[in-house]
């Protein structure tokens, strides 16, 4: 990315006909895979000192961008044009960045298959048949199949940045929660939501969080921390020294042949100088039950506001606010997105917020200490992204919505925890690829980092 950036500021590169040639081949991608929900016309050139001189970044459709369509999946925000940029999308606009459109994703965040969003459902570059995974599954998709210089702006929940970035083979880098501000980010669970990168290298990955990290006042859940650069730590290439946990609980029911393509991964970061130990996360089996009555909680409360008075979705129906506050959200939103609503207003209920909420906050705080304890003893996690390969519409549409939340257990326990993690493509079964899930102790960007590129060189090295 360095190098188009350099080229596209001295001229080597006609920004115009670059311009043109991204917009053309997105538009066409589009029409077979439906990544966007919006592709815009970007060809307003940047500052020549700014740092991303030009660069094409893709925004996750629950990430506010003024003047675009912003409704994170849903048909009850229809029509929403934001009247201001999220922090993160004015940091890479200032860096000299250009948006390529909104991408699609799940309503609300609400999925991991990237098939309960009201636009359409986003398919898998590697096979059309097939899921790119949720919820930012168009992020994934374009990062997959755009063979041209560009960068996916994510974001993450229980997992919806690094299980698509595992279905697409590409990076996805989920930071520390409170790293990235949140300010400009439509909501599904305030104490969850993180904003994070998708890119085909880690270096990309490292160089847009390097713009869009750091201490934002309009955000108070956001860290007082200065930006670093994080580019610094994707030149590594050894890892003599590192201490890798191989949690126990993370290859039960996973496919046999992801379990063996993760194994040989985990001997490769050997190779280089890491040395791994098998460890225990005893809580990690009550982390989806507790992720879904928390965010389900969470995302009960905001998804009140939405009425159809004040913006998005409005009808013509007559009849007394109640009644039509009723009909609008029936018609807005989607059946999984009611399902949560439910389920977390049952959660909140006086009689039932001790027994349920409460003790979840409880068991969360429990799973924080089952991390802080692992990595006193090690320094970087390596896991499994996913328990299965991408799998095929087909499939996803006999699943129960139990089965469905399943599919999370591998990457819920560390977005509970709000611990950085990064899955990278650690080799392919059946054409398909299969990610490897790293993840290290808050603010520990930097060794996810180093310990990812140093893979992904000696990967690149290996094929060679």
């Known amino acids: 990315m360095k190098e188009f950036v350099d080229e596209s500021r001295n001229g080597s590169i006609n920004y115009a006909d670059f311009c043109s040639a991204v917009t053309e081949k997105t538009s066409a991608l589009n029409e077979t895979y439906n990544f966007f929900q919006f592709v815009a016309n970007f060809r307003q050139r940047a500052a020549a000192e700014a740092p991303l001189y030009g660069l094409p970044i893709s925004v996750k459709d629950c990430i506010c961008v003024k003047g675009m369509q912003s409704s994170a999946g849903s048909k009850i925000l229809q029509g929403y044009m934001p ?3 999220a922090t993160a999308v004015a940091r890479i606009k200032e860096s000299g960045a250009r948006v390529l ?12 298959f990237s098939t309960n969003s ?29 063979k041209m210089p560009h960068i996916a702006l994510a974001e993450s929940t229980g997992g919806s940045i690094s299980c698509p970035a595992a279905f697409c083979g590409v990076v996805g880098l989920t930071p520390t929660y409170g790293l990235v501000s949140r300010y400009g980010l439509i909501d599904y669970a305030n104490s969850l939501d993180k904003i994070g990168v998708m890119a085909r290298c880690v270096y990309d990955a490292a160089l847009l969080l390097s713009h869009i990290g750091g201490h934002d006042p309009m955000d108070s859940t956001s860290l007082n921390i200065k930006k670093q650069d994080y580019t610094k730590s994707a030149a590594k290439k050894d890892l003599k020294g590192l201490r890798i946990g191989v949690p126990k609980e993370y290859f039960d029911g996973v496919d046999p042949k992801i379990t063996k393509q993760v194994e040989s991964a985990i001997e490769k970061l050997e190779s280089l100088g890491a040395k791994s130990v098998k460890i225990s996360l005893p809580m990690t089996k009550y982390a989806l039950a507790a992720y879904y009555i928390i965010a389900s909680a969470e995302a009960s409360t905001n998804l009140s506001k939405y009425c159809g008075m004040r913006y998005g979705l409005h009808l013509d129906i007559e009849g007394n606010f109640s009644d039509y506050f009723s009909k609008v959200r029936s018609a807005g939103f989607g059946l999984e997105a009611k399902r949560r609503i439910i389920l977390g207003t049952f959660a909140r209920m006086s009689g039932y917020r001790d027994a349920y909420y409460l003790k979840a906050m409880k068991v969360r705080t429990m799973i924080i200490n089952d991390f802080k304890k692992a990595f006193k003893k090690c320094d970087v996690l390596a896991a499994p992204t996913m328990p299965i390969l991408p799998p095929k519409f087909s499939d996803i549409a006999r699943l129960t919505p139990l089965e469905n939340y399943q599919m999370d257990a591998l990457t819920v326990p560390s977005n509970v925890a709000g611990i950085p993690q990064l899955s990278i493509n ?16 808050h603010l520990q960007e930097s060794r996810l980092i180093e310990t990812a590129a140093a893979f992904e060189t000696a990967a690149r090295d290996g094929k060679k």
């Open 83 to 85: 009247p201001f940029d």
């Open 426 to 441: 650690c080799g392919f079964i059946s054409s398909l690829p299969v990610g490897l899930h790293l993840m290290a102790d």
């Open 101 to 112: 459109g909104k991408t699609n994703q799940d309503e609300f965040g609400f999925g991991t």
């Open 118 to 146: 009201a636009y359409g459902v986003p398919k898998n570059p590697y096979d059309p048949q097939r899921s790119c995974g949720g919820s930012s599954g168009g992020a994934a998709g374009i990062t997959a199949a755009l």
